[in-house]
């Protein structure tokens, strides 16, 4: 059974960065894209930023593009660099797999806890 555990998460400052990490267990297939979503209070979530695991193709939002960095940490495991921090950054960060790099929920099966991110101003 898959597992995705998220970890990372915390309270910093705006401006500051932080690193997310998400650890799949077992072999993560070179055909998966692993993504990471996000949710603020009231809001519904959102794509954040897909890898292509094989070929490492990466895919970001609009919102995050520049700021934030999507990488293969070893065989098993995502990361996503988060830098230059902004309030709205504010949300719990999910981590995702699918097959294809698609910016919609439904079209992820494993999804992790989540892991809370609060930047302040």
């Known amino acids: 059974q898959v597992q995705l555990v998220e970890s990372g998460g915390g309270l910093v400052q705006a401006g500051d960065s932080l690193t997310l990490s998400c650890a799949h267990s077992?072999?993560?297939?070179?055909?998966?894209?692993m993504a990471w979503f996000r949710q603020a209070p009231g809001k519904e979530r959102e794509f954040v930023s897909a890898?292509?695991?094989?070929?490492?193709?990466t895919y970001y939002s609009q919102s995050v593009k520049g700021r934030f960095t999507i990488s293969k940490n070893s065989a098993d495991k995502v990361n996503l660099q988060m830098s230059s921090l902004k309030p709205e950054d504010t949300a719990v960060y999910y981590c995702?797999?699918?097959?294809?790099?698609?910016?919609?929920?439904?079209?992820?099966?494993?999804w992790g806890q989540g892991t809370q991110v609060t930047v302040s101003s």
């Open positions: 890898i292509r695991w094989g070929v490492g193709l």
């Open positions: 995702a797999r699918g097959t294809s790099p698609s910016q919609s929920v439904q079209d992820y099966v494993y």
């Open positions: 077992g072999r993560i297939f070179s055909s998966s894209v």
